[in-house]
């Protein structure tokens, strides 16, 4: 069990620092003073959503791993599956929402950037 921790772990840390990264090169842009409606930043936004449903799909994975193989020389007292006796699968739904929620935001900035570019032409 404890392979599958460390995994766990060090495979989540990597996640969150790639959204945090993600997210500290559009405030950076923006500080810059440069457009924040703008393919870059649309790419940005897709990045962060596919991140986070690599985290989903992470946790999934764990989580079935973790049903399969308790170790009992931890002794009685570790809850696995939050107590539950049979293995069970979880399912972040607000991690997949959060995804949903990023990658319609790049499509918007997407979609924005394209009308500044016209606007931009027209005049």
């Known amino acids: ?18 959204v945090l990264w993600n997210l500290t090169l559009i405030f950076q842009e923006v500080v810059k003073g440069r457009p ?17 449903i690599a985290y989903v799909v992470l946790e999934l994975l764990i989580s079935f791993g973790f049903a399969f193989e308790p170790d009992p020389a931890l002794g009685f007292g570790v809850a696995v599956n939050n107590g539950v006796d049979v293995p069970t699968l ?7 929402v959060f995804s949903a929620i990023m990658y319609s935001l790049s499509a918007i900035f997407r979609y924005a950037a394209l009308l500044q ?3 931009d032409e027209t005049v």
């Not at 979880?90 to 997949?96: E, H, K, P, Q, R």
């Open 1 to 18: 069990m404890l392979p599958n921790v460390v995994v766990y772990i060090s495979a989540y840390g990597i996640l969150v620092v790639l």
């Open 36 to 52: 924040l409606f703008s393919e870059i930043q649309a790419d940005r936004l897709r990045a962060i959503a596919i991140v986070s």
């Open 90 to 96: 979880n399912l972040n739904i607000g991690m997949l």
């Open 117 to 119: 570019q016209l606007s």
